[in-house]
């Protein structure tokens, strides 16, 4: 099994700045794309930031220039810069990763649980 944790949610006014977490651990031989989702009251579902296993990174138009995403590979770890936050910012951020697991030969999608950003003065 393979799990993702996601931290550094939170309440932020506008113009602030917040930094999201998301490790993965579990049974991992190796994880190809990782991305972030968010998920705002009333709308589907979108696609914030992905990274590639090689480094290569594409943003929703929205967040360019705003929002940078990292990775980590010795720890299994995708990070989310988010700055100059605005209210429309506001969702609950999901990670995902690709994995393949040790115990079956091709990759599949992960989720973290969520983690609640608000943007609001």
């Known amino acids: 099994q393979v799990h993702l944790v996601e931290s550094g949610g939170g309440l932020v006014q506008p113009g602030g700045s917040l930094r999201l977490s998301c490790t993965a651990t579990g049974s991992i031989f190796r994880i190809g794309a990782m991305g972030w989702y968010r998920r705002a009251p009333g709308k589907q579902r979108e696609l914030v930031a992905a990274i590639t296993s090689g480094g290569s990174t594409d943003y929703t138009p929205s967040v360019k220039g705003r929002f940078t995403i990292s990775r980590d590979n010795a720890k299994n770890t995708v990070n989310l810069q988010m700055n100059s936050l605005k209210p429309e910012d506001t969702a609950v951020y999901y990670c995902?990763?690709?994995?393949?697991?040790?115990?079956?030969?091709?990759?599949?999608?992960?989720w973290g649980q969520g983690t609640q950003v608000t943007v609001s003065s």
């Open positions: 995902k990763m690709v994995v393949t697991t040790t115990r079956v030969p091709y990759a599949s999608d992960h």
